[in-house]
C-alpha cells in the first residue's frame, strides 16, 4: 500500500484505530503528524496490520 504523504495522512485522521508509535501524541507534539506512517499498525512493508487502509479509502472517496 505505497500512497502519497497526503492521502496517508488523510486515512490516519479518518481511523479510529489510529496509534501513534512510540509515543507520539499528535495532539501535544507538532513535530510529529497524525499519518499512517507514524501509526502502530502501520508495517514496514507499508501495510496496514489491520487492514483498515482500503475500507478508509473507499468510504472517505480518498
Known amino acids: 500500500m505505497r500512497s502519497s504523504s497526503d492521502t496517508y ?3 490516519a485522521e ?3 484505530q489510529y496509534s501513534p508509535k512510540n ?3 499528535t495532539f501535544s507534539n507538532s ?3 497524525c499519518s499512517c506512517t507514524t ?3 502501520f508495517t514496514k512493508n507499508a501495510f496496514c496490520d489491520i487492514d483498515l487502509y482500503d475500507e ?3 468510504n472517505h472517496d480518498l
Open 9 to 11: 495522512k488523510n486515512v
Open 23 to 25: 509515543g507520539w501524541d
Open 31 to 33: 513535530t510529529s503528524e
Open 14 to 16: 479518518n481511523c479510529s
Open 56 to 58: 478508509i479509502v473507499e
Open 39 to 41: 501509526c502502530n499498525h
